[in-house]
T-cell receptor, first 114, second 111 residues
Framework: EAQVTQNPRYLITVTGKKLTVTCSQN?????MSWYRQDPGLGLRQIYY???????DKGDVPEGYKVSRKEKRNFPLILESPSPNQTSLYFC?????????????FGEGSWLTVV | DAKTTQPPSMDCAEGRAANLPCNHS???????VYWYRQIHSQGPQYIIH???NNETNEMASLIITEDRKSSTLILPHATLRDTAVYYC????????????FGAGTQVVVTP
């Protein structure tokens, strides 16, 4: 079954404590992306990756890092989380990018920073 | 980047067709129109996408005007489970990896 898997699904953490949200896909997709969703602000793209070792900023990259060392994984790293990064996070993937390909989304990761 | 405009909300009676409009007047010739929906806080669910021609799948139909400046998503027989926020998105050719959601249309299907 085609899947985009995120972990953890729920996390409460403290300000400044580094954390990583993992994302894995089993479809051999080249493209992967991270979003955050906040009330009143909708879904906003954080980073995306067109392929291994190729990443680029989305609309709200501040405070986040990503890496793409292998095709199936695209972790989102919060080096020093702050309360304004409390949000619902989604990972997504598609075969070669959003132009003409179906984009699959994970189930989301609820992150609370206190 | 092409932007989209959707009504903030619409109601639909169960069993009736739901027609969701979207304006994308600045769309470029090779930019696709996508529709996604999100039920509560679940991950966005793919519905359909198209470039120029009308498209149909098991979930919905997508009607794109000839000038490509607007489109309509049609849910042929709405059910209560179709209550969701529906997003019309245009893929970007300025930046191939960008895929930007707007505010969407909150659709409520009533019995």
């Amino acid at each position: 079954e085609a899947q985009v898997t995120q972990n953890p699904r729920y996390l409460i953490t403290v300000t400044g404590k580094k954390l990583t949200v993992t994302c894995s896909q089993n479809m051999n997709h080249e493209y992967m992306s991270w979003y955050r969703q906040d009330p009143g602000l909708g879904l906003r793209q954080i980073y995306y990756s067109m392929n291994v070792e190729v990443t680029d900023k989305g609309d709200v990259p501040e405070g986040y890092k990503v890496s793409r060392k292998e095709k199936r994984n695209f972790p989102l790293i919060l080096e020093s989380p702050s309360p304004n990064q409390t949000s619902l996070y989604f990972c997504a993937s598609s075969l070669t990018g959003p132009s003409g390909n179906t984009i699959y989304f994970g189930e989301g990761s609820w992150l609370t920073v206190v | 980047d092409a932007k989209t405009t959707q009504p903030p909300s619409m109601d639909c009676a169960e069993g009736r067709a739901a027609n969701l409009p979207c304006n994308h007047s600045t769309i470029s010739g090779n930019e696709y129109v996508y529709w996604y929906r999100q039920i509560h806080s679940q991950g966005p669910q793919y519905i359909i996408h198209g470039l120029k021609n009308n498209e149909t799948n098991e979930m919905a139909s997508l009607i794109i005007t000839e000038d490509r400046k607007s489109s309509t998503l049609i849910l042929p027989h709405a059910t209560l489970r179709d209550t969701a926020v529906y997003y019309c998105i245009v893929s970007s050719t300025d930046s191939w990896g960008k895929f930007q959601f707007g505010a969407g249309t909150q659709v409520v299907v009533t019995p």
